[in-house]
């Protein structure tokens, strides 16, 4: 298996524009999980999808950001305008099965974001 | 709510053992995890322990006291490569994501 997949692995934008982050799980895995990582604030949940359907979004910042999941194998997390406080980096993981039992997440590669 | 506590850097020396410990605060708890994470690198599962006592993996340990909100992870024979981030993480409040910890960066010396 090829693991979690994302794409870009690095973005530079500028502010104000909108940029859109890619992944795809791991087949077979039910869940999905978008998360955020900086110096300041450590690795935060921003998002995460039981079976395609958002569960809890309660750690998404604000409305600019919005995350999707049309079918198993695809998510896409949105930032529209993005701001220079949004530049981290951000993972997907996928899990066969939810985090109360114990199982495994499996992070992707990341996608290290600049926003200028 | 859900706190973490860890320290933030550690030292030790290539070949001794080095003990990393966390606290937490939940309310509702599901377990605990420990990652690990390298340098420019996605974290990567080491442990899970959801009743007291120790879990033995290798060169790997993880304890768990759920009483007194208390783990901790123990790493023997250290090797140059373990010099990483150690991620505590806590899977209650009742859902299925994870609340991490900010991380122990652990600095191994020859």
């Known amino acids: 298996d090829a693991g979690v997949i994302q794409s870009p692995r690095h973005e530079v934008t500028e502010m104000g524009q909108e940029v859109t982050l890619r992944c795809k799980p791991i087949s077979g895995h039910d869940y999905l999980f978008w998360y955020r990582q900086t110096m300041m604030r450590g690795l935060e949940l921003l998002i995460y999808f039981n079976n395609n359907v958002p569960i809890d979004d309660s750690g998404m910042p604000e409305d600019r950001f919005s995350a999707k999941m049309p079918n198993a194998s695809f998510s896409t997390l949105k930032i529209q305008p993005s701001e220079p406080r949004d530049s981290a980096v951000y993972f997907c993981?996928?899990?066969?099965?939810?985090?109360?039992?114990?199982?495994?997440?499996?992070f992707g590669p990341g996608t290290r974001l600049t926003v200028l | 709510g859900q706190n973490i506590d860890q320290p933030t850097e550690m030292t030790a020396t290539e070949g001794a053992i080095v003990q990393i410990n966390c606290t937490y605060q939940?309310?509702?708890?599901?377990?605990l995890f420990w990652y690990q994470q390298h340098a420019g690198e996605a974290p990567t599962f080491l442990s899970y322990n959801v009743l007291d006592g120790l879990e033995e993996k290798g060169r790997f340990s993880s304890f768990l006291s759920r009483s007194k909100g208390y783990s901790y992870l123990l790493l023997k024979e250290l090797q140059m490569k373990d010099s990483a981030s150690y991620l505590c993480v806590d899977s209650g409040g009742g859902a299925d994501g994870l609340t991490f910890g900010k991380g122990t960066h652990l600095i191994i010396q020859p």
């Open positions: 939940t309310s509702g708890f599901n377990g």
């Open positions: 993981a996928s899990s066969p099965r939810g985090s109360g039992m114990g199982n495994e997440q499996f």
